[in-house]
Every structure is written in C-alpha cells, then in structure tokens.
C-alpha cells in the first residue's frame, strides 16, 4: 500500500514539474509579448494567446504557435481598427530583458481598415477641403460629394477599387467619373487617377511582407497579409 501512495506521489510531483512551464512561463510571456506588441504598434489593446503544448519549448526560444488580435493600430499613417496575426513556429530570444523576433515557419495575418479610417487619410493626403467622402461597398469604393464651381456647387462621384502596389502598397485607383450624374471621358480618370494618387505601406511583419488578398464589405476592407517565403 505504502508503495502504491509513493509511486502515485512521485507521479504526481513529476507531472507537477513537466507542467511549471505551462503552468507559469506561458502565461508571464503572453502578458509580455502583448504589451510589447502594444507598445510596438502604438495600438490601444491587444491580446495575445501563446499555443504550447507543456510550455518547454519557451525556454528554447521557441513559440510552436500563436494567435494575436491588436486593435487600433497606426500603419504608415493609416489606422487599422483590427490586426490579426497568427505565427508557427516562431524563434525567439531575450536581449537586455527585450523579446527579440528571429523568424517563423510561417506568418500571416487580416487587417481591418473601416470607412472613418480611409476618410481619414483621403482628407488629410488629398482632400483638406473634404469636399468629398470615401464610401465602402461591396467590390468597390465610392468618392461622392460637391465641388465648388464658380457660385455653384457640382456633385460628382468616384468609383474605383483598392489594388496591390508593389508586394505590401495599395493603391487607389479611379474606374468611373459621373458628374451630376453623367459619364465623363476617360482621359480624364488618368488625369485624377494623377491627382488623387493614395497609396499605403502595409508591412507590420519584420520580414518582407505581401498582400494576399483585398476584400471590400460594407463599410470595411479586409486585407489578408504574409511573410514571403
């Protein structure tokens, strides 16, 4: 009998150990990865959720997988109201006390642009003014609004799409011109397309970065992200 409680307590001291990592090392580098992530991207929230089956491999320098959500982040001027970003088999280690990125097998993520942040940077990099305004719909983005001519004013509206520039820009690019209501000749969308040029730098990764896919939904943009391999 006293063999059999000596045996289930060794067994029980020995599962106690394998698991201090799991238990204590996983949560403290989560804590501290997330609020490096969020002082890194300026972001106001974020969490971070560290998938390691004991919690050895972190006292290696090695995160099997990861799942991060960051919200409100500033990128190259733009805020993205959400960043997701999932990682396998990130290597890591810590200089002078910091969570120093060394790669990963794999690294990608969806970011989240609404309708208020586009406007914002369309006011603020081409139209001050604000005569008119970026509406995002399905498959397509729409610049409606009023130009002021002579005493009038002449309502006008913009379609166009977001398309990739480069491996991680986009870029707005004009489709169709209707001035109160009608079509205008093409020439002229290459003379606005000059004029209203906006193009964006999403690299959030420390490795080259791509961009996937670009999907335009009522009121938002979702654009799926990757490290080049």
């Known amino acids: 009998m006293r063999r059999r409680w000596l045996f289930a307590a060794v067994f029980c001291l020995v599962l106690f150990?394998?698991?201090?990592?799991?238990?204590?090392?996983?949560?403290?580098?989560?804590?501290?990865?997330?609020?490096?992530?969020?002082?890194?991207?300026?972001?106001?929230?974020?969490?971070?959720?560290?998938?390691a089956p004991w919690g050895w491999e972190l006292l290696f320098g090695r995160i099997p997988a990861a799942d991060m959500?960051?919200?409100?982040?500033?990128?190259?001027?733009?805020?993205?109201?959400q960043v997701e970003v999932q990682g396998r088999d990130i290597r890591f280690a810590w200089?002078?006390?910091?969570?120093?990125?060394?790669g990963a097998s794999d690294l990608t993520g969806t970011l989240t642009v609404t309708e208020e942040a586009l406007n914002e940077i369309y006011w603020r990099e081409?139209?001050?003014?604000?005569?008119?305004?970026?509406?995002?719909?399905?498959?397509?983005?729409?610049?409606?609004?009023?130009v002021p001519f002579w005493t009038t004013e002449i309502s006008i509206e913009l379609r166009g799409s977001l398309e990739v520039w480069?491996?991680?820009?986009?870029?707005?690019?004009?489709?169709?011109l209707e001035v109160e209501s009608t079509r205008v000749p093409p020439f002229l969308l290459e003379v606005?397309?000059?004029?209203?040029d906006v193009t964006l730098d999403l690299s959030i990764f420390p490795e080259p970065t791509?961009?996937?896919?670009?999907?335009?939904?009522?009121?938002?943009?979702?654009?799926?992200?990757?490290?080049?391999?």
Request: glycine fraction near 8%; charge should be negative; hydrophobic fraction near 45%.
């Open 95 to 102: 200089e002078e006390g910091e969570f120093v990125y060394q």
């Open 69 to 81: 959500v960051l919200t409100n982040v500033r990128v190259d001027g733009l805020t993205l109201a």
């Open 210 to 229: 791509e961009i996937s896919a670009v999907v335009l939904e009522q009121g938002k943009v979702l654009i799926d992200i990757g490290v080049v391999r």
């Open 192 to 196: 606005l397309n000059e004029n209203y």
């Open 17 to 51: 150990v394998l698991a201090i990592p799991k238990l204590f090392v996983v949560p403290r580098l989560s804590q501290r990865l997330e609020a490096e992530l969020i002082d890194y991207f300026s972001a106001e929230g974020g969490e971070v959720y560290l998938i």
């Open 126 to 146: 081409v139209d001050p003014e604000r005569d008119l305004r970026v509406e995002i719909e399905p498959d397509q983005l729409v610049l409606v609004g009023a």
């Open 166 to 176: 480069g491996r991680s820009g986009l870029r707005l690019v004009l489709q169709n």
